[in-house]
């Protein structure tokens, strides 16, 4: 008898739909989600952590709700783009909570700094994705979590922008987007993003609560690789925020991501 040449591997289970809808339902990038885009999601999560190793430290055990938490908002940025935009590395950490690495830096006089600061995140480029679980469940605790902070999409946006090299806040684009036209967008954006934070931190009525009427995260003053993965979360978790603070930049986020986050949403 003839067999088959070659060997097919079978097709990924789907997750559970039960688990699935209880670790997704709260997060803000759900809302308005057609049933048909909120099923390719799932697929493309189940596909994810086939494809993706993960592994805990400091005695976290994974749960299976755990690795959905992660792979669903991981996903959310490709889900018209595909999971080849994940290709390339396999490995996500996960820590309890925040952590500190040991690091060394030399500034511009040749001096070499210890810092140790705490991290929500980290993605490496080549290598692995570093969660703190902590903020991952945070952007789905409706009570606790500050809207439009979502790690996991800061982390994988990043990832994006590392596909053309060291990031830089210019991931690489479709035919038919114009790189000046992302350009413009962005570098208009991003200097008066920071001279909003500026008169945040100057302000007389206190910085806190300045910072806090910014549309975005006020971390996306850093760098511009910072801006575009500050500006990802707002564009998938706070929509009505981002776009009409930096309409150029959702436009152009729109195009990229091929989705539009702020259209599923309800005219309010
Ligand atoms: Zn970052």
Do not use: C
């Not at 709260?26 to 494809?51: H, I, K, N, V």
């Not at 290598?127 to 999409?153: C, Q, T, W």
């Not at 000046?180 to 909003?196: H, N, P, Q, T, V």
Request: charged letters at 25%; zero cysteines; aromatic letters at 14%.
């Amino acid at each position: 008898m003839f067999g088959w040449f070659g060997k097919r591997a079978a097709p990924v289970p789907l997750l559970d739909e039960g688990l699935w809808e209880s670790a997704t339902l709260p997060y803000l990038f759900m809302r308005g989600m057609p049933p048909g885009d909120a099923e390719r999601l799932r697929r493309l999560a189940s596909d994810f952590l086939d494809r993706k190793q993960f592994s805990a430290t400091h005695g976290l055990e994974i749960t299976p709700f755990m690795h959905v938490q992660v792979a669903a908002q991981a996903v959310i940025l490709v889900l018209e783009l595909g999971l080849d935009w994940y290709d390339g590395w396999s490995d996500i950490i996960v820590y309890p909570g925040q952590f500190a690495p040991e690091r060394e830096f030399v500034d511009e006089n040749g001096i070499v700094h210890q810092v140790n600061d705490p991290l929500a995140g980290e993605a490496w480029l080549g290598g692995p994705v570093i969660l703190s679980y902590e903020d991952v469940a945070l952007a789905g605790d409706e009570r606790a979590r500050v809207a439009g902070y979502n790690v996991v999409i800061h982390e994988f946006a990043h990832k994006l922008d590392m596909l053309n090299g060291a990031p830089n806040g210019y991931p690489p684009l479709h035919k038919g987007m114009s790189l000046s036209a992302w350009k413009e967008a962005f570098a208009g954006a991003y200097e008066d993003f920071r001279l909003r934070v500026d008169e945040a931190d100057a302000g007389r009525w206190g910085r806190g609560a300045a910072l806090d009427a910014l549309p975005i995260d006020p971390y996306a003053a850093e760098s511009p690789a910072e801006f575009f993965a500050v500006v990802s979360e707002a564009f998938f978790e706070t929509p009505e925020w981002l776009e009409p603070a930096y309409p150029a930049v959702y436009g152009q986020l729109r195009e990229f991501y091929r989705q539009d986050p702020l259209g599923r949403l309800p005219a309010p």
